[in-house]
């Protein structure tokens, strides 16, 4: 059974920072990519960042420079730090593994919310 677990959102005012974390069992880890989404009330649903199994990453234009995404491969967790939090950055993020259409699974998600 395949489970991804979140954890670290909370509440926190502007220009303050998180740590994310997604831990998982259930798959062969290191063969997946790892992948934070978030999506806010009344918005779809989008990709924050990626690190692949190779260890490469990505960003979505608007968290570059802000947040950072880390895997550790011998403890199955995936990481988002995120720094300098804006307003904009309040969601419920999501932790997503991928390795095929078919082997795609989805944390419960965790709730960030950046206000004064």
């Not at 968290?63 to 011998?74: A, E, H, Q």
């Not at 950055?89 to 206000?115: E, L, M």
Request: glycine share 10%; proline share 3%; charged share 15%.
């Amino acid at each position: 059974q395949v489970q991804l677990v979140e954890s670290g959102g909370d509440l926190v005012q502007p220009g303050g920072s998180l740590r994310l974390s997604c831990a998982a069992s259930g798959i062969i880890f290191s063969a997946y990519d790892m992948g934070w989404y978030r999506q806010a009330p009344g918005k779809q649903r989008e990709l924050v960042a990626l690190v692949n199994s190779g260890g490469s990453t990505s960003y979505v234009d608007s968290v570059k420079g802000r947040f950072t995404i880390s895997r550790d491969n011998t403890k199955n967790t995936v990481y988002l730090q995120m720094n300098s939090l804006k307003p904009e950055d309040t969601a419920v993020y999501y932790c997503n593994a991928k390795f095929s259409w078919s082997r795609n699974y989805w944390g419960q998600g965790t709730q960030v919310t950046v206000s004064s």
